[in-house]
C-alpha cells in the first residue's frame, strides 16, 4: 500500500482519537486517569494523621507516623479488527464519520467502562507489593429492601459519603441505568420540585441532582442473590478520585495487507489499559431489585 497505507493510518487514528473521546465510554472522564508504564503499576496513598495537643511547656516534639498506602493497577490489553475489501471502502477510513473509526472507537470505549464498572465492585490490590486484596466493604452498600432506585436509597448513599468526609468539593458521580433512573418518576414521595428535576433528568435536560452528575450506562454489574430479591442492579456513586483508569497504552491503529485473507486490507486498533478502586470510603454500592 506504499505511501497511502501512512496516510490512512494518520488520519483513522487521528478520527479514532477524536471518537473515543467523545462518543466512547461514558464513564472515562468522571474517574482520575494516569499514564503508566509497564504490566502492572503502583500508586501511592498517604492516610490522614492526628496532631497531640501540647499540654506543658518545653515538652518533647512528638514524631507523627506517615501512614503510607499504595493500590496496585495490573494492565491489559485490548484489540480491534476488520477487513477492507475494496479500494472504495478503503477510501472511507479518511472520513471522520467513517463506519471503521465508529465502530473500533465505540468497541474499545465500551471496554474501558466495563474495565472501571468492574474494577468498583471488585477486589482491589493494597500493600508495598499490591498483595493485600481489599473487597468492597459491606458497610459501603445500601441495601436493596426488594425495591428499584428510590430518594431514599440515593439519600442514603450520599451521607455515606459525608459522613467520611468526602470532599464536598470534589466531583461526584451517580452511574445508573435507563430503568434506575425511570423507577425515580415513579416515587410516591418525592417532591414536585424533586420530580421536575428526575423528569428533565430521564429527558435528557439536565445531568445533575443532588449534588451528583447522573451518567446512565446500561452496562452496569447485574446482580442475583444475597439482599436482591430478585436479579437487579448494582448502581455506583462514587467521588471521582475513588477510582482510577491506568493507560499503558494509548490507542494505536495500523491499517496492512492481509496476504493471508486475499490481500485485503486490515483495519486495525488496540489500547493497554487498567483500572482499580483507590479508596473504599469514596464508593458505594445501591443496590436495586429489576
Avoid at 94 to 121: C, E
Avoid at 138 to 163: H, R
Avoid at 222 to 230: D, E, F, L, T
Wanted: proline share 1%; charged share 25%.
Amino acid at each position: 500500500m506504499g505511501d497511502i497505507s501512512t496516510a490512512f493510518v494518520k488520519q483513522f487514528g487521528s478520527n479514532l482519537d477524536f471518537l473515543v473521546q467523545q462518543k466512547g465510554s461514558l464513564l472515562r472522564n468522571a474517574v482520575r486517569v494516569e499514564t503508566v508504564t509497564g504490566e502492572e503499576a503502583y500508586f501511592d496513598q498517604l492516610a490522614s494523621t492526628a496532631a497531640i495537643k501540647k499540654t506543658t511547656r518545653n515538652s518533647d516534639t512528638p514524631l507523627i507516623k506517615s501512614d503510607h498506602r499504595r493500590r496496585r493497577v495490573t494492565m491489559y490489553d485490548y484489540q480491534w479488527a476488520d477487513l477492507v475489501d475494496n479500494e472504495d471502502k478503503l477510501k472511507m477510513l479518511i472520513d471522520p464519520q467513517s463506519d471503521y473509526a465508529i465502530n473500533a472507537a465505540w468497541a474499545l470505549g465500551r471496554s474501558i467502562d466495563d474495565a472501571i464498572i468492574a474494577a468498583y465492585t471488585g477486589t482491589a490490590y493494597a500493600g508495598k507489593a499490591g498483595g493485600t486484596s481489599t473487597i468492597f466493604p459491606a458497610a459501603n452498600i445500601v441495601s436493596c429492601g426488594a425495591t428499584g432506585l428510590t430518594l431514599q436509597k440515593l439519600l442514603d448513599g450520599k451521607y455515606l459519603l459525608d459522613a467520611a468526609d468526602v470532599d464536598p468539593n470534589e466531583e461526584k458521580y451517580v452511574v445508573v441505568t435507563a430503568r434506575q433512573l425511570t423507577e425515580l418518576l415513579n416515587i410516591s414521595e418525592i417532591k414536585d420540585a424533586d420530580y421536575n428535576t428526575v423528569r428533565a433528568l430521564v429527558r435528557g435536560e439536565v445531568d445533575s441532582y443532588l449534588g451528583f452528575k447522573f451518567i446512565v450506562c446500561n452496562r452496569l454489574n447485574s446482580i442475583n442473590g444475597g439482599s436482591v430479591a430478585a436479579n437487579g442492579r448494582s448502581v455506583m456513586m462514587f467521588a471521582k478520585s475513588g477510582l482510577l483508569l491506568a493507560l499503558a497504552k494509548d490507542i494505536n491503529t495500523r491499517i496492512d495487507v492481509r496476504a493471508d485473507k486475499s490481500y485485503a486490507t486490515q483495519v486495525y486498533a488496540c489500547m493497554g489499559i487498567g483500572a482499580t478502586r483507590m479508596e473504599e470510603a469514596k464508593c458505594v454500592q445501591i443496590l436495586c431489585t429489576e
